[in-house]
Each structure stands twice: as C-alpha cells, then as structure tokens.
C-alpha cells in the first residue's frame, strides 16, 4: 500500500478542536462519574471528591490531545458525541441503581 492510496488526516482544525473542547469534556466527566460511583469505596469514601475532582483535567486534555488523529471533523463528533452520550447515561445509571440499593 503506498503513501498516496491511504486515507490521509484532513486538517479540519476548527471542527475538531471545538468537538474536543466540548464533546472531550462531556466525554471526561462521564468517565470520571462512572470512577466515582463503581470505584474504591463508592461514592461516599474519604477524600474521593477532591481525587475525582483532580482527575477531570487530565483525562479531558487526553481526549483532546486525540481528537486531532480523526480522519474529519465530521468522524470526530460522531465518535466523540457517541461515546459522551454513552458514557453520561452509564454514569447516571449507575447513580440510579446505586442510591436505590
């Protein structure tokens, strides 16, 4: 397979940084809420919040940092806006089931 024949990275700049911005820290705090409901002690452990807290800007700017090796901008907000959506409504579920039990 040569260079010219595979599909190359488009520089969809603005499209991607504003689906990282946005879609990346929706994606980062359903991530973190999943950790913070099904991790190490639950939701109520000792100093958890400030940890939970701390952990948000980190895998935010990791997300973000990624967003650029989409193929488009178009495939980013897809994937991004999929996984965000999945990730919030795992995290509210969990909250559900976890304050009924």
């Known amino acids: 397979m ?3 024949s595979r599909r190359k990275i488009s520089p969809d700049w ?3 940084t504003v689906a990282g911005a946005f879609l990346g820290l929706l994606l ?3 991530l973190v809420g999943i950790f913070a409901w099904v991790g190490p002690g639950g939701i109520a452990a000792a100093n958890k919040s400030q940890f939970v807290m701390w952990m948000v800007p980190p895998c935010w700017l990791t997300v973000f940092s990624l967003t650029y090796l989409f193929h488009s901008g178009r495939q980013a907000w897809f994937w991004l806006g999929g996984l965000s959506i999945t990730s919030v409504l795992a995290m ?3 909250r559900y089931f976890m304050v009924g039990t």
Do not use: T
């Open 14 to 16: 603005i499209s991607k």
């Open 28 to 30: 980062a705090f359903g």
């Open 92 to 94: 509210l579920s969990l």
């Open 2 to 4: 040569s260079i010219s």
